[in-house]
């Protein structure tokens, strides 16, 4: 048989030789070398004052995307090399190597934000309308009221370096505590020591004892160590406030709304969308529970399958899957999937010393990207491959615009990905051949947007109101689980029969520093695409090329420029958002009518 699609991926054309390239070593030479001149450039840059100085921010900007490129090339190849083997030491030491010169890289860049902060208000409009720097006028605002918002150069120097082991080092903390947890679990007759992540898999386990067991085990595990997981977690709050504080910010959306380009109204609108439409899911999970053969599920029962499908594609079958539907959509979709999986983008084989999960990297320099899974043949595999290639097909609808004008925010960042993962996800529900396929096919649609309005916004509740409280002082652990409680209770409309209380120990993303509130973004992405993807089930395949010009500017305007400019949708408005849940409310009427008999 020949394999049209290697599973195997290719990296020697961007850096030949592994963690052992001689390539990569003079790659990273020079780039440090060019980085010198950054910094001395970057220390010596005079503040704009007049028109003419656009050539000058000009030319500054061409060296640091140059830089930036160098050093994002380099990054991904060295991910790359630690995800497809963990063993891997000499990838290990590059990684370290790499971030070192990354944060010489910021720290350079915060300096030129800085300095364009100086620039009289009527000088610096005059230079974004300037031929040389009217492309970057959307990032260069951005910049300088980033720069803005922060208080002087000492001072969030003083910030920074204390953060390291003020701040940040709660966050280390956390990973130490979660790995230190271990618990004993009885697995099919045998008696299991498994780690927080291993025991979370069970979640999804057929058997309602093993769930059960798992589920307990973990609760008594948060709950013997609550007092440190709560130190940590005031901790590292009580740190971001006070840094608000002093820069003046009272609001702790603030930022993250900052970071997401986004208005507070927009957020407020989406959750008040999905607050009022909570009951369809309700209803999912009352039918879900009956099938169950339970009143009510608990929380461990929510990720339980109802049914078995054993449906398989090997690796070629799925490839051509994805590229078949994909085509349906639009010709350069499927022809840069093809040659994605044609010539080793992407690494699937099953074996050992692999990374768990999965992500997509865009190799700037070579205009490539590489994705990153492990493939066993499952349906939701292929959806997990049509989704970074997804990823891969936003930075090549971005391939034309300046590398600076390619960031894209993390709630526009899953579009793509969203979007290629419904079709392929739509077309497994039709081709299902039995009904139990399309029971289960159906029930993975469902259980995201369970994911994205339930699990999410209860959490978005908890931090909101947590760190409403936690202005006024420390919040105790049980006053934690009330909370948690509380917002679960609320956020799954009551059709629990138990929650989590413990929940916000055992997630990760409220002890993340780098990026606060890491929540809300997910469900902005998963509803913003499925507006995108309804437009394209109306328009059909010439929708494409609409589609690809807002991939294109998901980096240079607000999200909500970017709904209106190419949607024409006004996403302050409510009705935005409902449409979006009302392709999800479809899903679970299907699924009410499919399990009627099964009850
Ligand atoms: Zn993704």
Known sequence: MTNTYPEVWELDSLFSGGSDSAELRTHLEATGNKLADFEQAAATFDVPNRTADAQLVAAFLEQTSDV??????????????????????????????HALLRSRFQSAFLKFKQVLMETDPNVWSELLSTEDLQEFAFVLDEWRKEAQRLLSEQEEGLITSLGIDGYHAWSELYDLLIASVSVQVDVDGEDKTLSVGQANNLSSHQDASVRKEAYDKLEAAWGEKEELFAKTLNSLAGFRLQMYK??????VLEEPLQMNRMKQETLDVMWQAISEHKQPFADYLARKAQLLGKEKLAWYDVDAPVVENSQSFDYEQGS??????FGKFGPELEKFSRHALENGWVEAEDRAHKMPGGFCTSLPKSGESRIFMTYSGSMSNVATLAHELGHAFHTHALQPMHD??????????????????MIVADAAVKNAV???????LLEDKIQRSVAFFMNIHARFLFETRFYEERKNGVVPASRLNELMEQAQEEAFAGSLSEGHPHFWASKLHFYITDVPFYNFPYTFGYLFSLSVYAKALEEGQGFEEKYMALLRDTAVMSTEQLAMKHLGEDITEKGF?????ALCTKDVEEFIKLTAEEG
């Open 320 to 325: 051509e899957f994805i590229i078949r539907h």
């Open 404 to 421: 600076l004008n390619r960031s894209y925010a993390m709630n526009v960042a899953e579009t793509a990905s969203t979007f290629a993962e």
């Open 577 to 581: 958002w409902e449409k979006g849940i």
């Open 68 to 97: 930036s490129v160098d050093l994002r090339q380099a990054g991904a190849f060295i991910g790359c090399l630690m995800a497809q083997n963990t063993e891997d030491k000499k990838a290990a030491l590059l990684q370290s190597e």
């Open 246 to 251: 002093k820069r003046g910010v009272d609001n």
């Open 434 to 440: 039995t009904k139990e396929e399309k029971i289960s």
